[in-house]
Nanobody, 127 residues
Framework: QVQLVESGGGSVQAGGSLRLSCAVS???????????MGWFRQAPGKNRERVAA????????NVADSVKGRFTLSQDNAKSTVYLQMNSLKPEDTATYFC?????????????????WGQGTQVTVSS
């Protein structure tokens, strides 16, 4: 069974940084696969939105306009882990952040297109 476990959330002041990790198990994580790893976030009362995504099999990455220039995505195939580096954090970045995977699919922006999800990690940014 595919499992995703996020870590690295916490509370920071505006302008600070956090690095989220998503450890993946139960599936092959390598450059020979073509799975989409996505990071989503959901703030209270708001819809879940995709903030970043990448393919496990190539160098393609994408970040949402709202976080472009501040968030970067990377992966370590040997550790089956994807990272979300978040810099220059703003109060509006406060949300629960989720890692998700689409097995063999393309990197959709829709949460319904992702097959497995982690439990989420809370990020709180104070002004």
């Amino acid at each position: 069974q595919v499992q995703l476990v996020e870590s690295g959330g916490g509370s920071v002041q505006a302008g600070g940084s956090l690095r989220l990790s998503c450890a993946v198990s139960g599936m092959t994580y390598s450059s020979s696969t073509h799975n989409c790893m996505g990071w989503f976030r959901q703030a209270p009362g708001k819809n879940r939105e995709r903030v970043a995504a990448l393919y496990t099999g190539n160098d393609w990455t994408n970040v949402a306009d709202s976080v472009k220039g501040r968030f970067t995505l990377s992966q370590d195939n040997a550790k089956s882990t994807v990272y979300l580096q978040m810099n220059s954090l703003k109060p509006e970045d406060t949300a629960t952040y989720f890692c998700a995977v689409t097995i063999g699919g393309y990197c959709s922006t829709r949460e319904a297109d992702f097959d497995y999800w982690g439990q989420g990690t809370q990020v709180t940014v104070s002004s």
